[in-house]
């Protein structure tokens, strides 16, 4: 089986950086990706993704990106549900991160990619802590 997915398009907004009760860092963003293709009325539209990243790649996401930057994602869809404050039940389909590369830089960090101390994504066999 494969569950595998590559997408390359731009935060919709700031990256939102949180911790589990156990410590664990997790960021969520939306990512905006084009279709390639234009609806009738010629213009081109997108699909927004919501994807999460784990660990010390989360840290840097949310430390090095911002809304408007390009980036590439490698992951897995994995989806969910929960029941929502009013009794109905909610489902949820999110990209999670094996692979975060920045293809963008601009003032938010004067700094290249190479140069942020341990940049590499946490890969473990272990469960997620959650």
Same mark, same amino acid.
């Given at each position: 089986?494969?569950?595998?997915?590559?997408?390359?398009?731009?935060?919709?907004?700031?990256?939102?950086?949180? *911790?589990?009760?156990? +410590?664990?860092? #997790?960021?969520?963003?939306?990512?905006?990706?084009?279709? @390639? %293709? /234009?609806?009738?009325? =010629?213009?081109?539209?997108?699909?927004?993704?919501?994807?999460?990243?784990?660990?010390?790649?989360?840290?840097?996401?949310?430390? *090095?990106?911002?809304? +408007?930057?390009? #980036?590439?994602?490698?992951?897995?869809?994995?989806?969910? @549900? %929960? /029941?929502?404050?009013? =009794?109905?039940?909610?489902?949820?389909?999110?990209?999670?991160?094996?692979?975060?590369?920045?293809?963008?830089?601009?003032?938010?960090?004067?700094?290249?990619?190479?140069?942020?101390?341990?940049?590499?994504?946490?890969?473990?066999?272990?469960?997620?802590?959650?």
């Amino acid at each position: 089986m494969l569950n595998k997915v590559v997408l390359i398009g731009r935060l919709t907004k700031d990256p939102d950086l949180r *911790y589990t009760t156990s +410590g664990v860092p #997790v960021t969520r963003f939306i990512l905006a990706v084009n279709r @390639s %293709y /234009t609806n009738q009325q =010629g213009e081109r539209e997108a699909d927004f993704i919501p994807i999460t990243v784990w660990r010390n790649a989360a840290e840097n996401c949310a430390k *090095y990106l911002q809304k +408007g930057r390009l #980036v590439a994602v490698a992951g897995r869809i994995q989806t969910g @549900s %929960y /029941t929502a404050t009013d =009794g109905s039940k909610r489902y949820t389909t999110d990209v999670v991160a094996d692979e975060v590369q920045f293809l963008e830089w601009g003032n938010k960090q004067e700094q290249r990619q190479d140069d942020i101390p341990g940049f590499e994504l946490y890969e473990s066999n272990e469960p997620l802590p959650f």
